[in-house]
């Protein structure tokens, strides 16, 4: 965009028109060299936003510091630091204002290297869009993956990946394409709305600010279109009102108000509001700011409530509407990023801050921690520096707070060091559908009179009658892989040989069983728990269960193994590529993705780590395998020969 002067310009005029024009927070993520501040530092020089002062600086500065032969280097303009300078590296998190002629922009330029993750987590915590730079010489390397992770759990939605430097691979289009099928396999399981891929050279300015001729083959959009159009205000959540109190507001005698920025949701004069924690309730006498009286405020505005009633209200309580309120608990679950040199460990205790509240918290547990190359789940004992996992913690006392996903405010925290008083861990409070659905796999009878009523057929007599030892079998594996097909099959065997097997299929026990199930991540988990359930008490009665379900997580097939006792379980992978389980599939599932929450396609499927068979559903029959399962069944001694 064209600089401006005060000779030429009205400069309250213009201000005036900028600040009627959409904020959007950009963070700009990669590995270290990929070019993100090449890249940021062109989007100014080609758009014209760099002052005449500061680009004769850019000018000298190239000349001394410069890596393009004394021709202006970009990259300079986002690393002010002498050592970036030095090390051609960014270390700290820079910030750029900047504007067109549709949005205003805050740009966060966040450091590549692995060590500097903490600072990219800070940034991204507040940006609404991310560019994520890939080296088209390189390729998707573990940072991108361990980046990618992050934006998803912070909640970014809209993703630009921009494939730097094309110009050194020719404008291969397909080097292009191979990048972007490696990144979408990664993020199949993030909830993205918007999902660019953009070949760019940030040193030459093919498609930062114009397109270029040099990739015909792409006909997309530049990058700068897509900053200036992608729909980012729908992201705002103006149902769920939070209003996190900043401070009490007493200028003089007659007034009393509280101070504080809308996080979500909408306000108007005459609202009824609760206030957490202590639960009293009150109505918004008038709504105040530098500029008089509003009659709403919504979500990001800074404002003054004043409150018809004279009621106890301090820094850091939560104001909402009755009918809908946030979580008061001293528990949650959280998925935590770890920013301490020293690795988390269970049991440590820290400040947590969440929001304008102050408390200790507990770590009591740390469930998982997340590989952020293959996206899979691990058991673990600590987070390590840069580790993300999900954490179980207890609060010193009830506090007020939302998931993540519904609100970024009132759903993050950060945990402080309480003798350095540093920033050691930053976290996202996981929803709580999702604990209590996960919950449900230990959940106790909600009786105490309950008692185990015991057979009086012992097990050993079943043993020697049908010549086999209980046990359930889980086959896994895309819907298409051939996991029910294998299990009919196997117990059409089994029963031949005098054996007693029964298949549970997951699509029948929906028709019955389950058929008050959906098809999202809990519901799926609760269809799985259901099923172990019935295993169990066949496999109490002496009989082989063959579980035919797609069970898409490793957490779910850990909680499965647990519930029917790891000696008498076995995992087995149908292992089928997607496009042949696409097209195997009779039901036209895979064309229903955006309904149905398919694993593989519109949410994640892990696939299984130490399986104890893996079968190529692809190249062998239906019969091959089933007698390979077979096969393992005697080796581990459940059919037992006569």
């Known amino acids: 965009m064209p600089t401006f002067t005060p000779d030429t310009i009205d400069v309250t005029t213009f201000l005036r028109d900028h600040e009627k024009k959409e904020l959007v927070r950009i963070l700009t993520c990669g590995n270290v060299d990929d070019g993100k501040s090449t890249l940021i530092g062109r989007l100014f020089l080609d758009a014209g936003l760099i002052a005449s002062d500061a680009l004769a600086s850019l000018e000298a500065d190239s000349k001394r510091y410069g890596t393009t032969g004394g021709a202006i280097d970009p990259a300079l303009l986002m690393d002010g630091l002498q050592a970036e300078r030095e090390q051609g590296i960014t270390i700290d998190v820079a910030y750029r204002y900047f504007f067109t002629e549709k949005r205003t922009f805050i740009l966060a330029d966040v450091p590549g290297h692995a060590q500097y993750t903490r600072n990219m987590a800070t940034a991204a915590s507040t940006c ?41 691979v020719g404008y291969s289009q397909a080097v292009f394409d191979d990048i972007r099928s490696a990144f979408g396999d990664c993020c199949v399981r993030f909830d993205f709305a918007d999902l660019h891929f953009i070949p760019v050279s940030a040193l030459v300015g093919d498609n930062v600010v114009t397109g270029s001729a040099k990739m015909p083959w792409y006909r997309g959009g530049t990058l700068m279109h897509l900053l200036e159009t992608l729909n980012v205000a729908s992201d705002r959540n103006l149902i769920d009102f939070r209003f996190p109190v900043q401070i009490v507001s007493r200028p003089s005698a007659d007034f009393r108000g509280f101070a504080g920025t809308v996080a979500s949701g909408t306000v108007r004069p005459g609202d009824r509001i609760i206030v957490f924690p202590s639960k009293k309730q009150t109505t918004v006498r008038s709504i105040e700011t530098f500029d008089g009286a509003l009659d709403e405020a919504f979500a990001g505005q800074a404002v003054t409530l004043t409150l018809t009633d004279e009621i106890d209200i301090s820094r850091g309580d939560v104001l909402a509407h009755p009918q809908n309120v946030p979580t008061l608990d001293d528990a949650c679950e959280a998925m935590i990023v770890w920013m301490g040199e020293e690795p988390l460990v269970d049991g440590n205790t820290y400040l947590l801050r969440l929001g304008r509240t102050e408390t200790l918290a507990t770590v009591d547990a740390i469930r998982y921690e997340l590989d952020v190359q293959t996206h899979h789940r691990k058991q673990s004992t600590q987070l390590p520096l840069n580790g993300i996992g999900r954490c179980s913690l207890t609060f010193h006392q009830r506090i007020a707070f939302d998931s993540y996903a519904k609100n970024r405010t009132t759903g993050a925290f950060v945990l402080i060091d309480r003798v350095t008083n540093a920033t050691v861990g930053a976290g996202m409070v996981l929803d709580r559908r999702e604990e209590n659905s996960q919950g449900r796999w230990q959940m106790e009878p909600r009786s105490k009179t309950l008692r185990k009523e015991e057979s009086r057929v012992e097990s050993k007599d079943r043993e020697k009658q049908w010549k086999q030892r209980p046990a359930t079998l889980l086959f896994t594996g895309f819907s ?21 097997a029964v298949v549970l299929d997951a699509e029948n026990a929906r028709l019955g069983l389950n058929r008050d199930l959906g098809f999202s991540t809990e519901e799926r988990a609760e269809n799985v728990r259901r099923i172990m359930e019935v295993a169990k008490l066949l496999n109490d009665a002496g009989i082989i269960a063959l579980c035919a379900l797609v069970a898409p997580t490793e ?27 696409r097209k195997r599939h009779p039901k036209e599932l895979y064309r229903q993705a955006h309904t149905e929450n398919v694993p593989g396609i519109s949410s994640v499927y892990e696939t299984p780590q130490k399986p104890d068979l893996v079968l190529d559903t692809e ?15 005697r080796t581990n001694g459940i059919l037992i020969e006569k």
């Open 555 to 581: 957490e779910m097939r850990s909680h499965a193994k647990e519930l029917v006792d790891s000696d008498r379980f076995l995992l087995i992978h149908c292992s089928a590529p997607l496009d042949v389980c």
């Open 128 to 168: 609404d869009m991310a560019v994520v730079l890939i080296d088209a010489t390189k390729g998707v390397t573990e940072q991108t993956y361990r980046h990618t992770a992050i934006i998803a759990l912070l909640g970014i939605r809209h993703v630009l990946v921009t494939v730097n430097k094309m110009d050194l």
């Open 619 to 633: 190249r062998d029959a239906a019969e091959q395998c089933a007698e390979k399962v077979e096969e393992l069944l």
């Open 480 to 500: 298409g892989s051939g996991k029910s097909t294998i299990a009919h099959e196997l117990e059409r065997k089994l029963f031949a040989q005098g054996h007693v």
